[in-house]
């Protein structure tokens, strides 16, 4: 059976690394990545990725939250939120793009894995510490 593909989109090199090796760890193969919205746009079109992990703030001119509603127009891409911090602001803003996830930079691998199978599964919103 194949792996699922996943796009990662993180501004801070650390952090994305991390998750990189998260992501596999748990079985899935990360196709791309990507430090800011626009290379994001751009390469879930291109590589039409099964999920997408996207960072909320994003350096440049464009945030995630932004990405993520331009690539829904383009490609249906489940798209999980990570985020350190979360204002009701943007929260709202996340809400408005319907993502499959919500989770906190620093979320267990459990968590992980749970955002991961719901959104490349396609059973919608799954249950976790930020729940929208």
């Known amino acids: 059976m194949a792996k699922s593909k996943i796009m990662i989109v993180e ?16 079985g899935y193969q990360v196709c791309c990545q990507a430090a800011s919205g626009e290379e994001a746009v751009r390469l879930a079109k291109q590589e039409k990725p099964d999920s997408i992990l996207m ?3 994003l350096c440049g001119r464009m945030d995630g939250i932004e990405a993520a509603i331009l690539i829904r ?43 991961l199978e719901s959104a490349c599964s396609g059973t919608g919103v799954i249950d976790h510490p930020l729940k929208i």
């Open 73 to 115: 127009a383009n490609v249906d891409i489940p798209i999980i939120f990570l985020t350190a911090y979360m204002d009701e602001k943007n929260l709202k803003r996340a809400k408005a793009v319907k993502p499959s996830g919500l989770l906190l930079k620093n979320c267990l691998d459990g968590e992980l894995k749970a955002a």
């Open 55 to 57: 960072d909320v703030a």
């Open 11 to 26: 501004d801070e090199y650390i952090i994305l690394a991390d998750l990189r090796e998260r992501v596999e760890d748990l």
